[in-house]
């Protein structure tokens, strides 16, 4: 997940490959609730690991549920059997609503017969979303229910610590218009206790969303309770109503999140060897209502295919074509309607949409303020939204789009980055996507390409000991970039030369013939980086590299033509979406002569020589500033003076003397550098 304060988008040209999708967010904390609520334990398959579950998990733990991870990726999670075994707690549900809303209703209930005392807060947002319609119906329970905040929205206090008896006589009345998780959440804590009378639920209003009650029906059915749906408003859950676990059971593909691969599908033209998208983990037999966003892009153009499990999209009629469309059966996925409309040849109108207005964010109001960044003009309704593309690929705007701390507004909008202007699209505050998708970003890159002049790249070069690596490493966590340490490379040559016995003294260099071999080797080299870590031909040599004799041995290799030759595919490897910080002696110059930045690090000597003292030092390893010194500046002798690429600024480099300056006034003066040349810089909200 992409922890950085903003994501910069390169423009994106084509797509094509594999996606498989995380687990959804609605099935994941249904069952979690189903399975504690059920006597015995229950092993949950695929669940989804993100923000709303982790809370969800945090939750059960307190209450005393103890779930458990098995060998196999699943989760045990072990029941109460409808029993409060923990009868106080404070929980914290953060945004989640799927949390808040089905905890509240479960644990009145069980609190207000069982005499408990519970109570339920979230992030401040979480403290703005309505609640009142569901407090109202528990409290015709009889249920104690008070709001510690504004009335009718958490935080929430449940029960008193008095066990009493229900009001379970009268049908239940809940309002249907606001959100479904209020009936959800109903329907998942009424079977706790339905045991001697049938209980009925009559719902006030149109009841939007129903494709999520669909699915906790479907739910509530695999643990053993059959809810009698009579009409479209009056639900009945059976008297004798028992939770009973399946054992074992999995966890759909999110369809919500498929939204956005289908609409990739739709929009970008295949990458050379491919057909288009194929999403793993949901398919057209899926229990959740978003499948039916397969319908809406089939009718703005996407061409579709798929099985019980597996979806097959490609771009079909380009431009796509503008609908007029009532989203009340996808209120979450229509947002992804939103940016495909963009792309679309007319106006798109999207109805029945007020749901948007309660969600993480009001996403009406966002979506509109955001589409109209990029050049589109936007009608915004009560419940609706009219969207009129850019006329032409001039009239696309460069974008720095506010995510809300709203998941889905950050997923939807990337998709902007096909816009035909290639713009680039910055998504701010991107480790929101960590409420349902938390590799949101990574997946994307995965499928997707650029131009290899649209990939930024940012060069930190100079002399040995300068801190290129540790300039170049906070650069890139700072950005969301790929890392190319050019040195590891070449110390992996000198590591894997003495693992061959092949000399790198400097004589045998000189040499033809083994200069030959050594560039032969560097073109063999296996190797992968992953993390903090360095294999090569699978083993771990991360440590190795560190040593003076790896360092000393880099050196000399690095003056070799054949090795610098063999090497040079592999470094263009590392230039990949979404950027690419590399840092070395020859980046900016030699390897990525068009970097949009290129900073040529240095300092004097004697710091330098200082420095590498105290790392030595600090580790253990007795030293001498004095054979230090010179070692430097040998190294700085023969990497300036070699004939191949000898060490020097690029013409067009940015000098940066850190002899006095902290990493973190090195880090920022970059990256103030790096945002001069940015097309956000004019309108950035965010700075790293």
Not at 125 to 152: F, K, S, Y
Not at 343 to 357: H, K, V
Not at 488 to 505: D, N, P
């Given at each position: 997940m992409y922890a950085t304060s903003f994501l910069d988008i390169p423009p994106l040209a084509s797509a094509g490959g594999v996606v498989r999708l995380p687990?959804?967010?609605?099935?994941?904390?249904?069952?979690?609730?189903?399975?504690?609520?059920?006597?015995?334990?229950?092993?949950?398959?695929?669940?989804?690991?993100?923000?709303?579950?982790?809370?969800?998990?945090?939750?059960?733990?307190?209450?005393g549920c103890a779930p458990q991870p098995l060998a196999d990726g699943s989760l045990r999670v072990n029941g109460l059997g409808g029993q409060l075994t923990v009868k106080q707690a404070t929980l914290f549900l953060g945004n989640a609503g799927t949390a808040m809303r089905p905890l509240t209703a479960a644990?009145?209930?069980?609190?207000?017969?069982?005499?408990?005392?519970?109570?339920?807060?979230?992030?401040?947002?979480?403290?703005?979303?309505?609640?009142?319609?569901?407090?109202?119906?528990?409290?015709?329970?009889?249920?104690?229910?008070?709001?510690?905040?504004?009335?009718?929205?958490?935080?929430?206090?449940?029960?008193?610590?008095?066990?009493?008896?229900?009001?379970?006589?009268?049908?239940?009345?809940?309002?249907?218009?606001?959100?479904?998780?209020?009936?959800?959440?109903?329907?998942?804590?009424?079977?706790?206790?339905?045991?001697?009378?049938?209980?009925?639920?009559?719902?006030?209003?149109e009841l939007i969303s129903r494709p999520y009650i669909d699915i906790t029906l479907n739910l509530l059915a695999r643990f053993g309770v059959q809810v009698r749906a009579e009409g479209a408003s009056r639900f009945v859950i059976p008297a004798g109503s028992r939770y009973t676990s399946p054992g074992r059971i999995a966890v759909e593909g999110d369809a919500s999140s498929a939204s956005y691969f289908i609409a990739l599908g739709a929009v970008a033209p295949p990458r050379s060897g491919h057909t288009g998208i194929t999403i793993e983990g949901v398919g057209l037999s899926s229990i959740q209502g978003d499948i039916r966003f397969v319908e809406a892009a089939r009718a703005m153009g996407a061409d579709i295919t798929g099985e019980d499990n597996r979806l097959h999209i490609r771009r079909g009629s380009w431009p796509l074509k503008?609908?007029?469309?009532?989203?009340?059966?996808?209120?979450?996925?229509?947002?992804?309607?939103?940016?495909?409309?963009?792309?679309?040849?007319?106006?798109?109108?999207?109805?029945?949409?007020?749901?948007?207005?309660?969600?993480?964010?009001?996403?009406?109001?966002?979506?509109?303020?955001?589409?109209?960044?990029?050049?589109?003009?936007?009608?915004?309704?009560?419940?609706?939204?009219?969207?009129?593309?850019?006329?032409?690929?001039?009239?696309?705007?460069?974008?720095?789009?506010?995510?809300?701390d709203d998941h889905r507004v950050a997923m939807c909008f990337s998709l902007a980055a096909f816009n035909p202007a290639q713009q680039p699209v910055r998504i701010e505050d991107p480790k929101c996507v960590g409420k349902t998708f938390p590799d949101y970003f990574e997946a994307l890159f995965g499928v997707c390409e650029a131009q290899p002049h649209h990939i930024p790249v940012l060069c930190v070069d100079g002399p040995t000991a300068s801190g290129k690596g540790t300039l170049a490493a906070e650069l890139a966590r700072h950005l969301g970039?790929?890392?190319?340490?050019?040195?590891?490379?070449?110390?992996?040559?000198?590591?894997?030369?003495?693992?061959?016995?092949?000399?790198?003294?400097?004589?045998?260099?000189?040499?033809?013939?083994?200069?030959?071999?050594?560039?032969?080797?560097?073109?063999?080299?296996?190797?992968?980086?992953?993390?903090?870590?360095?294999l090569l031909d699978g083993s771990d040599v991360s440590e190795d590299l560190r040593s003076e004799a790896a360092g000393m041995a880099a050196s000399r290799v690095s003056a070799v033509p054949q090795v610098r030759a063999a090497l040079l595919a592999l470094q263009h490897s590392f230039q990949q979406l979404p950027g690419l910080v590399a840092d070395g002696r020859d980046m900016g110059t030699v390897i990525f002569p068009d970097a949009q930045l290129k900073v040529f690090l240095t300092a004097s000597a004697e710091q330098r020589a200082m420095r590498r003292y105290k790392q030595l030092i600090s580790k253990g390893i007795a030293?001498?500033?004095?054979?230090?010194?010179?070692?430097?500046?040998?190294?700085?002798?023969?990497?300036?003076?070699?004939?191949?690429?000898?060490?020097?600024?690029?013409?067009?480099?940015?000098?940066?003397?850190?002899?006095?300056?902290?990493?973190?006034q090195s880090v920022q003066q970059v990256l103030s550098w790096w945002q001069s040349k940015s097309v956000f810089q004019a309108t950035d909200r965010t700075t790293p």
């Open positions: 687990g959804s967010k609605s099935i994941s904390n249904r069952l979690l609730l189903l399975a504690a609520l059920s006597k015995g334990s229950t092993d949950v398959i695929d669940l989804l690991d993100s923000d709303d579950t982790q809370v969800m998990l945090q939750a059960l733990h307190q209450l644990l009145a209930l069980l609190a207000t017969e069982q005499g408990g005392v519970f109570e339920l807060s979230g992030v401040p947002r979480m403290h703005e979303r309505p609640i009142g319609d569901l407090v109202d119906a528990l409290r015709q329970l009889g249920c104690p229910v008070t709001c510690l905040g504004q009335a009718g929205y958490p935080p929430l206090r449940l029960g008193d610590g008095q066990a009493k008896p229900l009001q379970l006589e009268t049908a239940i009345r809940v309002r249907g218009d606001v959100s479904s998780q209020f009936l959800t959440a109903l329907l998942l804590a009424l079977p706790l206790v339905a045991r001697s009378q049938d209980v009925v639920i009559d719902v006030v209003g503008a609908i007029d469309l009532d989203c009340n059966h996808i209120p979450d996925a229509a947002m992804t309607l939103a940016v495909m409309a963009l792309y679309a040849e007319g106006t798109t109108t999207l109805r029945n949409i007020a749901s948007w207005r309660v969600k993480e964010t009001d996403r009406l109001t966002a979506m509109a303020v955001e589409c109209r960044k990029l050049g589109a003009v936007v009608e915004e309704g009560a419940d609706f939204l009219r969207i009129t593309p850019p006329v032409k690929a001039s009239d696309w705007k460069p974008a720095s789009i506010h995510t809300y970039y790929h890392l190319l340490d050019s040195g590891a490379l070449y110390r992996l040559v000198g590591l894997a030369a003495e693992r061959a016995g092949l000399s790198t003294a400097t004589a045998d260099l000189a040499e033809p013939a083994q200069a030959d071999r050594l560039g032969k080797l560097a073109t063999d080299l296996q190797v992968r980086f992953t993390g903090e870590r360095i030293a001498n500033i004095d054979p230090l010194l010179a070692d430097l500046r040998a190294r700085d002798e023969r990497d300036s003076s070699r004939s191949h690429a000898p060490l020097k600024p690029a013409e067009d480099a940015l000098m940066l003397d850190n002899s006095s300056l902290s990493v973190e």
